[in-house]
């Protein structure tokens, strides 16, 4: 199926209907762009991957890389000593951030790729700095509405964790989400 992309109002309605496009009805279409575009190409690409899981990694993991792309070089946390910029301004005695309970924190870095974490910035870096949203990705769209949800709520988990979430639906992502998130509680109770 060639999708025609000439003008704006084309790219427009090509994006109303992603929602569509992923849906079973075009489980067997390819589709295909009339012509190159980079931001579509990748919105092609995943409707175009059948397989549930390789499109669900593909869809997460160039996300992340288009996040780590646009946040390379920039402090947004503004982060001083180990401690962020909501931390300075609170006068608190922790350091690291919003990573400080998480079990995958490592000396102040992340070793795994979150997307909802990549995507959370409180209030204090909101006033200063612009910040990409779910608005303004167009191929987080290509996830179902449930998926979407699942990985705005899945913080403080491995990208291998969240892609299984994701993979094995709503009921037992809730159970293990539900669970991860109790331990991640107890862990920050400890630390207060
Ligand atoms: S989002 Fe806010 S609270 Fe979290 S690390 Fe950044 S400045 Fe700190
Ligand atoms: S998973 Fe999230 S909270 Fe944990 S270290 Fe990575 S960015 Fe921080």
Do not use: W
């Not at 160039?62 to 962020?84: P, R, V």
Request: proline share 2%; with cysteine.
């Amino acid at each position: 199926m060639v999708i025609k992309i000439d003008n704006d109002k084309d790219i427009i309605k090509f994006k109303k209907r992603i929602p569509l496009y992923r849906t079973f009805i075009f489980r067997f279409t390819k589709f295909k762009l009339n012509k190159d575009n980079k931001e579509l190409n990748e919105i092609i690409t995943a409707l175009n991957i059948k397989k549930r899981k390789n499109r669900i990694t593909y869809i997460y993991q160039t996300l992340c890389q288009k996040l780590d792309n646009y946040y390379q070089n920039k402090n947004m946390c503004e982060f001083i000593d180990g401690k962020c910029l909501a931390q300075r301004l609170s006068k608190s005695d922790k350091i690291n951030g919003c990573c400080r309970i998480c079990k995958y924190q490592t000396n102040g870095l992340c070793p795994t790729k979150n997307l909802a974490c990549k995507l959370f910035y409180c209030d204090a870096v909101y006033k200063k700095h612009k910040v990409i949203t779910y608005k303004d990705l167009d191929l987080f769209k290509c996830f179902s509405p449930l998926q979407r949800f699942m990985v705005k709520s899945d913080f403080f988990t491995s990208e291998k964790d969240v892609i299984n979430d994701l993979y094995l639906g709503i009921f037992i992502a809730t159970i293990r989400v539900s669970f991860r998130f109790i331990k991640t509680l107890i862990r920050h109770r400890k630390n207060i």
